[in-house]
């Protein structure tokens, strides 16, 4: 949990990031000019997530950057991590942002129920807003 608080502390101190009431930071990568997804909607996505140590947990693609034949995931925007639901409804479609997510934005203090993630675990995410779905 310290680490995690004290990467946070840190991070919110370089150039860009910009943190939020609730503790969660954002990076903007590239800015998008689309509309932006409310609670009732669901989106379309390509990410990457990583604990802070830069291990990979998840994603929707291989590489560094998707290809055509990878898809991106669909979820609704009330259907993830409050982290996530807090940022998709500050994004535009064509966004591509860097998420630092706090536990408790995250799995908190119990973590997965496999592990990937322990408890306590500060989150970031690469994620691109591609669409809101049936939009």
Not at 22 to 39: A, D, E, F, N, W
């Amino acid at each position: 949990k310290i680490v995690g608080v004290k990467f946070l502390e840190e991070n919110g101190k370089k150039e860009g990031i910009k943190t939020l009431k609730s503790g969660l930071q954002y990076k903007v990568i590239r800015s998008g000019k689309g509309p932006t997804p409310t609670t009732k909607d669901s989106v379309l996505a390509h990410y990457k997530g990583r604990l802070v140590d830069g291990t990979q947990f998840d994603a929707s693609y291989e590489g560094d950057d998707p290809t055509p034949a990878e898809k991106p995931a669909e979820f609704p925007v009330t259907g993830v991590i409050k982290g996530w639901t807090e940022a998709l409804q500050l994004m535009k479609v064509g966004d591509k942002w860097q998420l630092f997510i706090p536990s408790e934005l995250a799995y908190g203090a119990q973590g997965t129920p496999d592990g990937t993630i322990p408890p306590h675990s500060v989150l970031t995410f690469e994620i691109e807003l591609l669409s809101i779905a049936g939009q």
